[in-house]
Every structure is written in C-alpha cells, then in structure tokens.
C-alpha cells in the first residue's frame, strides 16, 4: 500500500508574519515538511516575469518537483491562485468556480499518479462569508469527490473552525486528518499566536491517515498543515 505525505500551506503570496515577502522562507518551511505533494493558497503568479515572481514556477523548481496552477483573483499583471505541487506526474488538473457575488474562489483538482496508484487532490480556498462556504462544500465539492471510487483528498484554508456548520458537514462525508494529530499545536492561525484550526486536510474512506503535524513557522500568517496518508495500490 503506497504511503505519501501530503501538505496544505496557505503562503500569503510568501508575505511573512513581519510583512516582508520572501519566498525562500517558505521554500526553507517545504524542506522541513518534506511532503510528496503540496497544497498552496494564495499563491503570486505573474506570466512574463523570470524568478520569484513566479511562486508555484520557482517553488516547484526548487524543490524539484512537477506543478499545477489554478488563478482566482487576477491582479493588473498576473493573478493570485492555488497550487499543486507533486513528486509525482500530475495527470491532469481541473478549475472548478465556486461562484459568488461578492467573492469569487476556486477549487484546483489535481489527478496525480502516486506509485501507479491514482489519487484526486482538492485543493481550495474557501471565503469569508460562511453561508457561501457551505454551498460550496455541499454542493460542488462534495459531489465531485463522491464520484470518484479512487482515494481523495481535500486540503486548504477553509476558513472556518471546526465546531462551524460546514466543517461539522464535511465530517459526516470525509475524515479530518486532524484526529491523528502528533505534535503539540492544535491551530493554525494566526502563525505568531495560533487561535483558531482553519486549515485542513481531509481524506475520503479509499485512504487512510497514520498521523498529522502542524509545523511551526513565520513565514506566512498561517501554518502550515501534513498528513501521512496510506492509499490502496491499484489492482491489476
């Protein structure tokens, strides 16, 4: 049964909790993690531009790894979105749009082959306004991922504690990796005085998780979430 850490890690555009942008402080937090696949919100893509402007590019190259970028909000030059990153082949990858007036999201699909077994990676950002958080969840998310009969994972910043209606929800469907919990954080934001669990990763009933760890770091205003999770080989 193939094992592969995975991480989910809301950068802030590499903005640390001091206010200076450096991407190479998040770059030293990924080695520690050492994850095969990494989540990212909230990441600076800006096309034409060489260097770290380019955060999934220069993240992914560092680390040596294959990556995927979903835009959600777009700046004057460029846009800010979620990423993939993946030591594995990334087959195929999907923007799902979770619509909303006020504040349009997305959600990055990621079909990856990790040791000739396929998993499915939900990577999102959900927003401030809980009532849009739930519909997404309950009406786009959740239908996709119950259509697939291989593992699958839902990461990101969800922007909600866990006693709320829509994280509550996703229990009753998923399992929160957080019940394998190893070290001595329980939150995960904000990254100087952690206060609240707002950062996720959550698997469906084709995988399961050994252990969980919240890594401590400054390098963005959230901390960053991994979880060691064991997935079916693929029979043949």
Excluded at 91 to 104: A, G, Q, T, Y
Aim: proline letters at 6%.
């Amino acid at each position: 049964m193939p094992v592969i850490k995975v991480a989910s890690y809301n950068i802030r555009r590499a903005v640390g909790i001091e206010g200076r942008k450096d991407l190479k402080q998040i770059h030293q937090v990924l080695l520690e993690i050492n994850a095969d696949i990494i989540a990212l919100q909230e990441v600076e893509m800006l096309p034409g531009v060489a260097g770290t402007a380019r955060q999934a590019h220069a993240l992914a190259g560092w680390l040596n790894m294959h990556y995927a970028y979903g835009p959600v909000h777009r700046l004057k030059f460029g846009s800010v979105g979620n990423a993939v990153l993946s030591r594995h082949p990334i087959v195929r990858n999907f923007k799902h749009l979770l619509p909303d007036s006020r504040d349009e999201r997305a959600c990055l699909q990621c079909d990856i082959m990790a040791a000739g077994t396929p998993l499915s990676i939900f990577n999102v950002h959900l927003g401030l306004n809980q009532v849009s958080r739930y519909r997404h969840l309950k009406y786009i998310i959740l239908p996709i991922m119950q259509d697939y009969s291989f593992p699958a994972v839902l990461t990101g910043d969800l922007n909600a504690a866990p006693s709320m209606r829509e994280i509550r929800m996703l229990g009753e469907y998923l399992h929160d990796t957080f019940e394998h919990n190893t070290g001595i954080l329980g939150n995960t934001y904000p990254s100087d005085a952690p206060r609240v669990r707002i950062d996720y990763i959550f698997t469906n009933e084709m995988s399961r998780c050994s252990s969980f760890h919240i890594t401590k770091s400054q390098a963005s205003d959230h901390l960053p979430v991994s979880a060691v999770i064991s997935i079916p080989a693929l029979q043949r």
